[in-house]
């Protein structure tokens, strides 16, 4: 999974709530308490960017803390080829940024994923970019599904 | 369900986010990725608007994709009405506009659907308004309690 | 659980939609329609504000009703000390302000509370500060874990 908010022309994740109002109302606000990401991140086989994708994970996360960066997250993972092709697992949780290994959990899904429930891990693999806010992720999702 | 964002004075969803602001960002952005709008839309037993209002759909949907019409839904059904009055669904799921029919899961619930889990299928009926934006959606839930 | 939107420099709530705009749009609009607000509560053993915290409930609620005070919530708790250090819990629903007990759904949690389902009560213990609007809640869960 690959979050690239600071890309250009062509982000994975775009803020959309207006931050600066939110921090005049805090003044001191080191944290982005109150601002929303929107994302669209394109999910490979292998960790390069350029490995082949075969879903996306869309949604939206949101810094929740005003002591830590602490991402709420909720979106949905679509499967885009193979034979779980269609299938989608949603994902729901927060996790602080310093967490080696960031723990969500599965809250329903679709497809070959209906009743699934479960958890999902993250752990970042490198961090890049301006303010190194750019991400790989290492996911890996447990899934019950009776 | 109906989903009217352009109705005048009444309209069910609203746009919430600084959209214009995204845009700058991404300077090429036809497909709203960023938006987010938060609806409060009606639920009729029979398909015109004006058929018996039986509950409401209320939340939020975020378009999440660059290269499609995508709306990321997060959202709860209350009943109001009947055998069922009260009880409410939760539903989370992401899909491309231009699928014929829609899946979302169902994650959870209170009062008859107290450990719903399941899926919702969304087939848009018909759409209307400027930009063919407002619609009809017949919705069919299929729900686990145990 | 202490929801103070209105503390100063401190608030636990903080709106971060453009509210103005949409207002525009509906031109009436009492309560709140559209407006989002992200969260970081505090969860207390006691009642009292000064009571030992064991945990944050984060996340986001959005007003998502024309005709009544309805809160669409969104969030986790994270148990912060106690044997269920680390553990969480999401909760997803909708109720209007003013139903005496509000019912939300738990979907999903992470390691004590992995598959987790059921519902979380929740009861207005005072509200205080400008508009009333700062609230003390008594939540109790109700977790299946099977």
């Keep these: 999974m690959h979050d690239t908010p ?16 939110s921090d005049l109302q805090n003044e001191i606000n ?3 308490l109150g601002q929303i ?7 490979t086989q292998q960790s390069p960017p350029e490995s082949p994708t075969f879903g ?8 929740v803390s005003r002591e830590e960066f602490v991402a709420y997250v909720s979106y949905t993972v679509t499967i885009q080829t193979g034979k779980y ?3 989608t697992l949603n994902i ?10 960031k723990t969500c959990a599965i809250a329903g899904g679709t497809g070959h994923f209906i ?6 891990t993250s752990q970042v693999l490198n961090l890049f970019g301006p303010f190194n806010a750019s ?3 290492i996911n890996h999702a447990t899934i019950y599904l009776d």
Tied chains: 1, 2, 3.
């Design 37 to 43: 990401y929107v994302f669209d991140d394109p999910l």
């Design 85 to 87: 092709k269609g299938s």
């Design 92 to 101: 729901l949780g927060a996790n602080p940024n310093a967490k080696p290994i």
């Design 6 to 21: 600071f890309n250009g022309r062509a982000p994975s994740a775009i803020p959309v709530t207006a931050y600066n109002a």
């Design 115 to 120: 009743l699934a429930r479960g958890i999902l």
């Design 56 to 63: 996306r994970a869309q949604g939206t996360y949101s810094f």
């Design 135 to 137: 991400a790989t992720l």
């Design 30 to 32: 080191n944290f982005l």
